[in-house]
């Protein structure tokens, strides 16, 4: 049972995408799975109005399982991050996060301002001990299985251990919520060979190799991305610094739609097949991103995100909450933490 | 008229790819140009005679404008580049920079091992003054323009002053070789504002919006790269560390191979319009990436290069030669210089 409290107020098609996707969500879950939609009263209960009584006729039972909460104030995509959260206290985003921290929800999405929906996750949720930074996971669609990359833009300059931070946060993900027993960990470089790449990934490569409990890969490339695979295998996770995962990430979902340009002047009728394949690489598919590395849910959301998106966001925050997610991140940590404890001196029994 | 060394031991199809992409090459060529072969002579004569005794019968005209010039000894991919240059001093690699440096040639191409090509290019024709480091500078097809990103990793953990030669560097070589006056020069970032990105970038983006004499577009982003242009116009130069850039590049180039895998899927008989289309995307198509930086030509093509390829990096190396480059890079080079002496104290006419 996961109760979501869902920004109503957040992104560039609010209400109406996060209203509508709530309710496309909940006639997909189980109907002990409930929603709070986080915002303006006045506002969401117009756009539950005007969807039930118009195209989302046929989702009126999914009426009763919704709750509006009310939030007066709404945190713009230009207020600046820190300012927001200390500034507008009864925003939707910190109403919304703080019903988490209180325990009267599960897990929290939105697609409004990332910067302040980061930071405000951070002071709210606060980080698991052990860890000095969150991160963003990001799915990421391949010709074999989906994999998981991050972080995909919350840091930047991260450190070695940093990087070593990250790869536990998205072993415990790829298993929780892509369902992956023991899943393989790899380290973005430019080169196999554990020499290559600068100095943070060459540290972090060497106390990831040291690190019993990861499956690590060692180094993958760029070009083991597309595919999913690398020389020793199917990659699960795939670990770098926020910087180039940024990159990467928006340099793949600018792609998608590119690519159907070209392809369409050249195959013309052809375009539906197309659209068909291209839904591989249709990020709305996969919602919205975690934070990871906070005690509880906090999933972001495209500013763009159609009702579609933000129902698949919701749908992973409820895999995250009733997975027990990050219970099992702060175990996991616990454990990599004990391993560098060094153990009380062994009397030999002489 | 230039004049190309030719290594014809590098890459893995040696010495069949080389000697046919030189003898392709030269029949596109105005007939001034001509080439040196690099490497063992006995090997070099027989790829020779086989290839026009066969399949390239046609191109015997073009023999006569290629020497074959002794080399004994092979620098292998799994060498270690700067012990390769000291120990092997008679390698194809050393042989063939060295003509430049004596004046007997005008480029170097090779498709063999990159870290003693960007080593032994340094060593032998010396970096430009105000220079620290080398660049591989690539070209990325687009749906506009193709663009020229570098560096493409050549080296990690750069400097913001580094980051600015790059785009003095990539400029240059946007106005020679691909033709255009004043080129656009964008620094790859994760988000538009001057504010966003590491450290390096950061101070690098003000460095650069102070530098007269580079149209400097601000920060660009990953999602600029596929259509090659971001919200303030086209981009001719992306500047960037080694270390993002050959993630990008490596994931760009794997990219085309998967896609024709999922769309041959789809589409079946479509395929080979999907081809046609996908030549935009087709590396080989650039031939090789140049080191900019070096007083003199050095062009690294991947060790997997067909003949087409080195036909195409021996196209590019005559480019550079013809068009001055390197004197043109030292010209500008110290202009950049010049800006930053303080100048002799005006006195006023008071």
Chains 1, 2 share one sequence.
């Not at 928006?250 to 159907?260: G, H, N, R, S, V």
């Not at 995100?305 to 991140?329: F, G, L, W, Y």
Request: charge should be negative; hydrophobic fraction near 45%; proline fraction near 6%.
């Amino acid at each position: 049972m996961a109760r979501v409290a869902v920004d109503a107020m957040g992104g560039d098609r609010a209400p109406r995408a996060p209203v509508a996707g709530a309710l496309l969500a909940l006639a997909e879950l189980p109907p002990e799975h409930t929603i709070d939609l986080v915002g303006q009263t006045g506002v969401i209960d117009r756009a539950l109005d005007e969807l039930l009584g118009d195209e989302f006729a046929a989702y009126a039972p999914q009426r009763a399982r919704v709750r509006v909460i009310e939030a007066p104030d709404v945190i713009t995509m230009s207020d600046k991050p820190r300012v927001a959260i200390r500034g507008k206290p009864h925003s939707s985003m910190v109403v919304g996060l703080r019903r988490q921290a209180n325990g009267e929800a599960d897990a929290f999405v939105s697609a409004g301002n990332t910067g302040a929906q980061m930071a405000a996750s951070q002071h709210i949720l606060k980080l698991h001990a052990d860890l000095t930074r969150p991160a963003i996971a990001t799915i990421l669609p391949t010709t074999s299985k989906p994999l998981v990359m991050l972080d995909s833009g919350a840091n930047v300059d991260c450190s070695a251990e940093e990087l070593v931070q990250f790869a536990r946060l998205g072993a415990v993900y790829a298993e929780d919520v892509l369902g992956r027993p023991n899943p393989t960990v790899g380290l973005l470089s430019i080169g196999e060979e554990p020499e290559k790449g600068n100095a943070a990934v060459r540290e972090a490569h060497q106390m990831l190799r040291a690190e019993s409990g990861l499956a690590f890969l060692g180094n993958v490339e760029g070009r083991d991305i597309p595919t999913g695979t690398c020389a020793r295998g199917p990659i699960d996770v795939v670990v770098c610094d926020g910087f180039v995962g940024n990159v990467v990430l928006k340099f793949y979902e600018a792609l998608a739609p590119t690519l159907m340009g070209v392809f369409a002047e050249a195959l013309g009728a052809e375009r539906e097949t197309l659209a068909q394949a291209f839904k591989e690489l249709d990020y709305s598919e996969y919602g919205g991103a975690p934070l990871l590395g906070v005690k509880g849910v906090s999933i972001i959301s495209h500013g763009t995100s159609t009702p579609r998106a933000i129902k698949n966001a919701i749908k992973v925050a409820v895999q995250m909450a009733d997975a027990r997610m990050s219970e099992h991140v702060g175990k996991r940590l616990a454990e990599a933490a004990a391993l560098y404890t060094p153990a009380a001196p062994v009397t030999s029994p002489t």
